[in-house]
Structure formats: structure tokens, C-alpha cells
DNA sequence: ATAACATATTGATTATTCTAGATATATAAA
DNA sequence: TTTATATATCTAGAATAATCAATATGTTAT
């Protein structure tokens, strides 16, 4: 059985009305591509860490710190402490939802 | 032929990123359901004028007006002049190739 | 022409967001 | 246990958005 869980698109379009968060959700689409490896781990699974989105996005390490609690506030993505580090990824599932919703209900 | 236009998501969310501006957008979507009948013409084809949006919002007019402007310069909305009437309706395709821009690029 | 009405624009105030520096917290290394 | 490093949070100023009253514009009726 599906649940097909409504998200709130004002909360949503809130997070993605900026330009750099919306870069942000897409280099996470392809890590690979667009982050240096990582060091301290060999795989991109739990995403990407802080200080590589930060070098990318060439904002302020509190900005982007920022940017990232807001957007896992709205769940579109997942931290994951590895040691010193956080990574994050991309929430497919919420994502997709929220598309879902914006056809439904736009 | 099919030609996809995309979006530009950030903009687009921008107008979305309003209570009121998606209120409208939704209530557009079923102008019969959520509107009284126009007295001067005996259709909702063209919309719903600017004065019945801003009843049923509850927001002064020079504010529903300003929404509406911006809804329109995102091309989310399209305006019909009727005499001494502005009438709004959404504009499906671009609503849609919004979606499908999500759909692809986000 | 003038008055009345619907909508758009302007100007001003308040609220929210952006952004960075400073500081705090958490973890690892020495 | 001190030190270094990565990230998070706090504080504050600048920029943008929300909102309304007042005014302007465009249209119709008198």
C-alpha cells in the first residue's frame, strides 16, 4: 500500500526561492560529479559534507549552515554524522511527494 | 512537436512561496465553485475578476492587485480586460511545464 | 464633460529573509 | 586534557517582501 503524503508547498516554495539552496538539492543529485571524494569515507551514500557544499556554494560557513537546517526543517534532506563531519543528502522520496502534491493540488 | 520550456524554478517559487498567492491559484483552478457568477458576462472563460479575488482573500485591494502583477510577470496567471474589468485565470501550460521543470531539474 | 467605479501604481511602514562575524558545541588528534 | 577541526547557533545589519492608504489610470454611465 501507497501513502501519498501531502507536503506544504508555500514551506516548500520557501526553502526553494533561493538560488543557492536550489543549487545546493541539485549538485547532491550527482556527487560524483560535482564534490571532490571524500576522504574519511569512500562512498557518497549518507551525501556530502558541510565544508564541500560551502567551497562550492562560496558563501559563509554559517549560511550554509543555515541553508541546510531549513531545508532539513522542510525534510528535503537528511543529515548524517560521520566523526566531525555531517553529510547530507538529498530526501528523494519527499521531493518526489512534493512534486506529487504540486499536481494535485496547484 | 513538443517543445519543453523550462521554468525558472527560483522565480516560480518565489510566487509560491505566499499563503494567499497559492490560495488564488487554487481557487482559479474551479472559478464556479469558489466565485458568485459574473454579472456582465454569464461565463468564467476568462477568469474571475480582481474584486471577487480580493472578497474571498481578505486583503486589501491594492494588495490582491500587486499579487496578481506578480503572478502574472511569473506567467502563472493570465489577464483579460473587460470593460471596466480585469479577469485573471491560471495559465495551464506554464503551470505545467513548471512541473515537469521540478520534474527534470530539481 | 463629469461622475462613478474597477484596477493599477506609488509611497511608506512593518515583517521576514539574507548574510556574515562571533561564539558555542561536538568530535578527533596530540 | 588541551588543541585543532567541522558544524551549529547567536547576533546584528542590509536587503527584500508584505501590506495598506492614498493616488493615478482607464472605462462606463450620466
Redesign the pocket.
Known sequence: MYYFCAMNIVEIS?VL??D?RVRILRWLKDPVANFPPHQDIDHFDDGV???YI?DKAG?????I??Y???MQNAQLVI?T?H?????YKRNEPVIEAYIETLKAEL
Open positions: 520557501k526561492a533561493n543557492t559534507c558541510v565544508g560551502q558563501l559563509s560557513q554559517s549560511t549552515s543555515t541546510l537546517t531549513a543529515p554524522r566523526g566531525k563531519w555531517t553529510y
